[in-house]
T-cell receptor, first 116, second 113 residues
């Protein structure tokens, strides 16, 4: 079964500082990996996805993530945090049951706080 | 540009009452999903439907039923609501490939007293 672990339920950074949100996955098959962002009282919005085409994936709003198979990681980074980045971030791996279009398995989320 | 539309946005129920959450998508997706979101728990899959006429249980199906009414619509029913079902419910849809991302609605915030 697939699983995702997000290290740190809350991460606080200063405006302009590097953002690093950690995600490790477990999958019985080659994974597809996703990062989503959720702003207050809204649904989830796709930031980026890894589909094996390239290990470094660029997404929206200046975010990127690097797939490292040896570390089973897919950490999300942004060079310079902005106040508007404050939100909940979710890492997800494809397949609830191991294959097919049967949904994503999500991590518990990381709340990103931006200090002025 | 509606995407995935959920109704209602908010609902308060008393224990034992029933209700149906509605979801519709206009992206011609075959796959649709219901998730619940609870603090510190992330999103957990309740039910999904890979195509019209088929539904399957997810991680937390107990206390829920679903109906895939047609390709566009996928409803979630609580027959006898319990306080443990207080949550935010999200509907999503996706394309057929395992690499297809999910597109989410804005959620229904349900409180059961």
């Amino acid at each position: 079964a697939q699983s995702v672990t997000q290290l740190g339920s809350h991460v606080s950074v200063s405006e302009g500082a590097l953002v690093l949100l950690r995600c490790n996955y477990s999958s019985s098959v080659p994974p597809y990996l996703f990062w989503y962002v959720q702003y207050p009282n809204q649904g989830l919005q796709l930031l980026l996805k890894y589909t094996s085409a390239a290990t470094l994936v660029k997404g929206i709003n200046g975010f990127e993530a690097e797939f490292k198979k040896s570390e089973t990681s897919f950490h999300l980074t942004k060079p310079s945090a902005h106040m508007s980045d404050a939100a909940e971030y979710f890492c997800a791996v494809s397949g609830y049951s191991g294959g097919g279009a049967d949904g994503l398995t999500f991590g518990k989320g990381t709340h990103l706080i931006i200090q002025p | 540009n509606a995407g995935v539309t959920q109704t209602p946005k908010f609902q308060v129920l008393k224990t034992g009452q029933s209700m149906t959450l509605q979801c519709a998508q206009d992206m011609n997706h075959n796959s649709m999903y219901w998730y619940r979101q609870d603090p510190g728990m992330g999103l957990r899959l309740i039910y999904y439907s890979a195509s019209e006429g088929t539904t399957d249980k997810g991680e937390v199906p107990n206390g829920y039923n679903v109906s895939r009414l047609n390709k566009r619509e996928f409803s979630l029913r609580l027959e006898s609501a319990a306080p443990s079902q207080t949550s935010v419910y999200f509907c999503a849809s996706s394309g057929d490939r395992e690499s297809s991302p999910l597109h989410f609605g804005n959620g229904t915030r349900l409180t059961v007293t």
